[in-house]
């Protein structure tokens, strides 16, 4: 098992940024792809970003690209999402996902996800 823990929600205005956080124990960090997900109220859940194991690929959703990044940092066992320029549509539940494939996340095979975390709620007021 993959308990995986967000943090770094908040309340920002639009034009402002936040860093999410993603706390990953219980298997070897360094085995998993890791990727981001948001699900606003009324609407689905959306893949925003992805990160191989190695953290030398990774993969955004059209929305997000040039404003949000992903990064891990494998010795600490947290994924990161530095998110820029905010708009009140990014405003949702922002989840952290495990997968051994990265393929899932590259591949748009979502649902095949191992682990997911709790959420933590980003809210960005006009």
Same mark, same amino acid.
């Not at 066992?77 to 996902?97: F, G, H, R």
């Given at each position: 098992?993959?308990?995986?823990?967000?943090?770094?929600?908040?309340?920002? %205005? @639009?034009? #402002?940024?936040? $860093?999410?956080?993603? =706390? +990953?124990?219980?298997?070897?960090?360094?085995?998993?792809?890791? /990727?981001?997900?948001? %699900? @606003?109220? #009324?609407?689905? $859940?959306?893949?925003? =970003? +992805?990160?191989?194991?190695?953290?030398?690929?990774?993969?955004? /959703?059209?929305?997000?690209?040039?404003?949000?990044?992903?990064?891990?940092?494998? =010795?600490?066992?947290?994924?990161?999402?530095?998110?820029?320029?905010?708009?009140?549509?990014?405003?949702?539940?922002?989840?952290?996902?495990?997968?051994?494939?990265?393929?899932?996340?590259?591949?748009?095979?979502?649902?095949?996800?191992?682990?997911?975390?709790?959420?933590?709620?980003?809210?960005?007021?006009?």
């Amino acid at each position: 098992q993959v308990q995986l823990v967000e943090s770094g929600g908040g309340l920002v %205005q @639009a034009g #402002g940024s936040l $860093r999410l956080s993603c =706390a +990953a124990s219980g298997r070897t960090f360094s085995n998993y792809a890791m /990727a981001w997900f948001r %699900q @606003a109220p #009324g609407k689905e $859940r959306e893949f925003v =970003a +992805a990160i191989n194991w190695s953290g030398f690929s990774t993969y955004y /959703a059209d929305s997000v690209k040039g404003r949000f990044t992903i990064s891990r940092d494998n =010795a600490k066992n947290t994924v990161y999402l530095q998110m820029n320029s905010l708009k009140p549509e990014d405003t949702a539940v922002y989840y952290c996902a495990a997968d051994t494939d990265y393929g899932t996340y590259s591949s748009s095979r979502y649902d095949r996800t191992d682990y997911w975390g709790q959420g933590t709620q980003v809210t960005v007021s006009s």
